[in-house]
Nanobody
């Protein structure tokens, strides 16, 4: 079964950037992969997805600020986050679009001055 490991989170000031990585234990090249986040006191929510041919889709709050990409040779999905805002504070996870794989531990992103 595919295992997912997220990394790249941290503490950043508003307006800053982070690049998250999601490393899969085996190929996920044929899957639509997504980034999700779980904000404090909230529900897990979709941030962006990317198809097997690299077509991205973003939720409104991520459009124009975040970029999802994938490198199937490395079994890795990325999320470049720019112009970060305090509302982006959350634990970020990746998974197949229908949550097919077990959830990883996530990576904490904190946006604060």
């Amino acid at each position: 079964q595919v295992q997912l490991v997220e990394s790249g989170g941290g503490l950043v000031q508003p307006g800053g950037s982070l690049r998250l990585s999601c490393a899969a234990s085996e190929s996920v090249a044929w899957y639509v992969m997504g980034w999700y986040r779980h904000p404090p006191g909230g529900e897990r929510e979709l941030v962006a997805t990317i198809t097997s041919v690299g077509r991205p889709l973003y939720v409104e709050s991520a459009e124009g600020r975040f970029t999802i990409s994938r490198d199937d040779a490395k079994n890795t999905v990325y999320l470049q986050m720019d112009k970060l805002e305090p509302a982006d504070t959350a634990v970020y996870y990746c998974n197949e679009q229908r949550w097919k794989f077990p959830w990883g531990q996530g990576t904490q992103v904190t946006v604060s001055s």
